[in-house]
């Protein structure tokens, strides 16, 4: 079955680490950086806008902060608890909504309903996984002097845009693979290595495209994983400290003006 044949549900991530204070939260005076406020509405109230206008009626929320809990529930999202981390959190919310499965996170403030609905229509109709990324160029055009963390590969700097898709029942195995990418996602040349030799050498040589590592991992689990490129930079632009903040709020009055 094709991703267009079912529909697609969608899980937004809005856990956190034990003991480590959010710096945007307690910069705001929350409980959770999902409850901050971007244009008078919660961050998490803008994501939940633009996958319900990308056409997703189902989606859920994996968190364990009461407010946020209560928030989801006011925007009509289901409940999720939330794990250890990302992928442990994945793995429950793909337990609960099953294949097709949209992942992104609460601090994705800039979603758009047409990065969705792109991605989904770039994501090839074999692929079983499919990681939305945006190539350094294209965040720089979008927005520049952003600082990201980017991946460096022989088809360019990449950095990720926190949209997956788990197109089918079998992507369970990837979640297996993303707790490996988690704990070394700055660290290239070591995912490269757990790959092989080969792939290895290969990375070090400038050779390895990121392309070919997904592809490359995907294989090794038994399914087809695929990079898509983001067609708009902005689709990398997440909150993940106070400075994003003011660049988010800046980026949404400029979308108010230009409407």
Same mark, same amino acid.
């Given at each position: 079955?094709?991703?267009?044949?079912?529909?697609?549900?969608?899980?937004?991530?809005?856990?956190?680490?034990?003991?480590?204070?959010?710096?945007?939260?307690?910069?705001?005076?929350?409980?959770?950086?999902?409850?901050?406020?971007?244009?008078?509405?919660?961050?998490?109230?803008?994501?939940?806008?633009?996958?319900?206008?990308?056409?997703?009626?189902?989606?859920?929320?994996?968190?364990?902060?009461?407010?946020?809990?209560?928030?989801?529930?006011?925007?009509?999202?289901?409940?999720?608890?939330?794990?250890?981390?990302?992928?442990?959190?994945?793995?429950?919310?793909? *337990?609960? @909504? $099953?294949?097709? /499965? &949209? !992942?992104?996170?609460?601090?994705?403030? +800039?979603?758009? %309903?047409?990065?969705?609905?792109?991605?989904?229509?770039?994501?090839?109709?074999?692929?079983?996984?499919?990681?939305?990324?945006?190539?350094?160029?294209?965040?720089?055009?979008?927005?520049?002097?952003?600082?990201?963390?980017?991946?460096?590969?022989?088809?360019?700097?990449?950095?990720?845009?926190?949209?997956?898709?788990?197109?089918?029942?079998?992507?369970?195995?990837?979640?297996?693979?993303?707790?490996?990418?988690?704990?070394?996602?700055?660290?290239?040349?070591?995912?490269? *290595?757990? @790959? $092989?030799?080969? /792939? &290895? !050498?290969?990375?070090?040589?400038?050779? +390895?495209?990121? %392309?070919?590592?997904?592809?490359?991992?995907?294989?090794?689990?038994?399914?087809?994983?695929?990079?898509?490129?983001?067609?708009?930079?902005?689709?990398?632009?997440?909150?993940?400290?106070?400075?994003?903040?003011?660049?988010?709020?800046?980026?949404?009055?400029?979308?108010?003006?230009?409407?």
């Amino acid at each position: 079955m094709s991703i267009t044949q079912a529909p697609v549900s969608a899980l937004i991530l809005a856990g956190s680490r034990p003991g480590v204070p959010d710096p945007v939260a307690g910069a705001e005076g929350v409980s959770h950086k999902a409850l901050v406020e971007i244009d008078g509405r919660p961050m998490l109230a803008h994501v939940v806008s633009a996958l319900r206008d990308a056409g997703i009626a189902r989606l859920a929320v994996a968190t364990n902060d009461a407010q946020v809990i209560a928030l989801a529930s006011e925007l009509g999202c289901e409940a999720v608890p939330a794990a250890a981390g990302p992928s442990a959190s994945v793995e429950a919310g793909f *337990a609960q @909504l $099953g294949a097709p /499965m &949209l !992942v992104t996170t609460s601090d994705h403030a +800039l979603l758009r %309903a047409e990065w969705v609905s792109d991605f989904l229509a770039d994501t090839p109709g074999n692929a079983d996984v499919a990681i939305l990324l945006a190539r350094r160029e294209a965040i720089e055009r979008a927005m520049p002097g952003s600082k990201r963390t980017y991946l460096r590969f022989a088809d360019g700097w990449w950095s990720g845009c926190n949209l997956f898709l788990l197109a089918r029942d079998n992507a369970n195995a990837a979640i297996r693979t993303w707790k490996m990418v988690e704990a070394d996602r700055k660290r290239p040349w070591r995912i490269a *290595a757990k @790959l $092989g030799i080969g /792939m &290895l !050498v290969n990375y070090a040589l400038g050779r +390895l495209t990121l %392309a070919a590592a997904i592809a490359r991992m995907g294989r090794r689990v038994g399914i087809e994983a695929r990079l898509v490129a983001a067609r708009d930079g902005l689709a990398a632009v997440d909150v993940d400290k106070p400075a994003d903040l003011a660049d988010a709020r800046e980026i949404m009055a400029s979308r108010k003006i230009t409407q």
